[in-house]
């Protein structure tokens, strides 16, 4: 008996761990990376502003440091794409702007009279500043609500459902306000606005509770709403002579951009904009050619997260030319204690396992979505939940939402979130090539080892993430269909357990090894 289990233990262990083979076609290229991103909203608004300086530059070195220490490792995970999040003017109304969280209003550079202050929004000018000192290549300027002397209401919340906060016939003010703030935050910053995206979420309401308040600024738009705004910024841009260009529609689920959800005329967005249509926006001065969603409840189960994307890339592809980008997500869903800690967004995880839920929707949105860019929400947070990159607490608890907490210091951490996204942020750069790995089955790999590589023609790199969401460590052949690698050797950076992006030995491409519940990106050099 004791001959037989040990000869099943083998088998057992030699099947676990046999070798498979996967082919990487360096020649299809699939499509152009332009970059992965976080937001600034809404801590960094104190943290900025507040925090000992050398704890914002250890902060801003996670978040946007592509350096390198002597033993090979990361000093952070080199975002590619900062959003600045351009106030309505709620901080300056105060308890009147009826937003009920303090950490949640933001100021606005245009004030009552209609002169600017581009002295405001200090601590995020702070960061906009310690991103581009380490190299950050993309900056996105990005509103909630129109300045509050514009709105409906006077709040930079709306009473209306679907329809825009906006006095009638203010349009073409609104319009001028994203191109003087982008001018006056250029001359002041030294920094060049890639994108503007002008309404975020069009989708929900954002109007009061029970209680007469909401906890952030927001606003309805319908499709049409949208288009007019587009429509008036393209042409001040145009008028300006400025190259930054607009970029909608921020849907809040990405299925409003495929589908007809509630006939509200607030979905079918890549049809409305960049179909037959006469709402077309492709051929307006300064608009880019990409569709921007939400991945917001729309990840759980996983066979709903894979035929979702399956369905956006089907829609993306019948309009040539048009890109799709993923430009918000934290975690939102209940996909149940046996996949993350606490098993919701609630409570706050450092940990692997919520690390390797959202990587696994990473990879999906760019290999199956086809997102040509990945970008999260909160980069910092300071409550006990699931919503940052970087963790903020006084040292005592899991995070706070009285006004006071951390307002002026605290301490910060890293999670493995973080540490994640940095094996796509920080070696898959803008303009690197997605090249194709044929023959994934996604439903399969979603719960075991799913693959992206990329080309890097400057610099002759490949780079290959995989993300090993089973509990077994996997062994890999990389088949190159076309060119080799340079003494067929792959460097790996590991995010696991007890690694964050941490360099490991070099393995040869036939014999490589993928540890259990880990996210690894493996460099090499391209002969051909």
Known sequence: ????????????????????????????????????????????????????????????????????????????????????????????????????????????????DGTYDFSKQEGQRWFLQAAKKRGVEKFLIFTNSPPVYMTNNGLAFSSQKNKLNLKDGAIPKFADFLVQSIQGLEKKEGIKFEYVSP?????????????????????PATNQEIYEVTKALSDKLKANKMSTEIVVAEAAQINYLYENVNGENRDNQIDYFFGKTKTNISKLPNVKNVILGHSYFTTWPVDKQVLSRKLIAAEIKQKPGLKYWQSEYCILENPGEAEIPGGSGGERDLGMQTALFVARLIHNDIAVANAASWQWWTSLTRVDYKDGLIYLDDGK????????????????????????????????????????????????????????????????????????????????????????????????????????????EIQKADNLEIPEKSIVTFVGELQF
Not at 11 to 25: E, K, P, V
Not at 50 to 60: D, L
Not at 203 to 212: F, K, L, R, S
Not at 425 to 437: A, I, K, Y
């Open 1 to 112: 008996m004791r001959k037989i289990y040990i000869s099943l233990l083998l088998l057992t262990t030699s099947l676990t761990f046999a070798q498979r083979t996967i082919s990487i076609n360096t020649d299809h290229v699939v499509q152009t990376m332009d970059g992965f991103g976080g937001s600034d909203a809404w801590r960094i608004q104190f943290v900025g502003k507040n925090w000992p300086e050398q704890k914002r530059n250890a902060i801003a070195d996670l978040l946007f440091s592509k350096e390198i220490d002597a033993q090979g490792n990361p000093k952070g995970i080199g975002l590619s794409i900062w959003r600045f999040n351009l106030g309505a003017g709620s901080t300056e109304q105060g308890e009147n702007s009826k937003v009920s969280d303090e950490w949640r209003r933001s100021e606005c550079f245009l004030n009552a």
């Open 199 to 219: 309404l975020n979420e069009p989708q929900w309401e954002w109007m009061a509770g029970n209680n007469g308040t909401n906890s952030q600024e927001g606003t």
């Open 397 to 504: 608890s899991n995070g706070g939402t009285e006004p006071n907490y951390v307002r002026n210091d605290g301490q910060f951490h890293d999670s493995k979130l973080l540490w994640a996204l940095g094996n796509y942020s920080l070696f898959v750069r803008p303009g690197m090539l997605r090249v194709d790995v044929p023959n994934q089955d996604e439903a399969a790999a979603a719960n075991d080892v799913m693959l992206t590589a990329y080309k890097d023609t400057a610099n002759k790199k490949l780079i290959i993430v995989a993300v090993n969401c089973g509990k077994d460590n996997q062994k890999y052949k990389f088949n190159l269909l076309k060119g080799q690698l340079k003494n067929n050797e792959l460097t790996p950076y590991i995010t696991a357990e007890n690694s964050n992006l941490k360099r490991s």
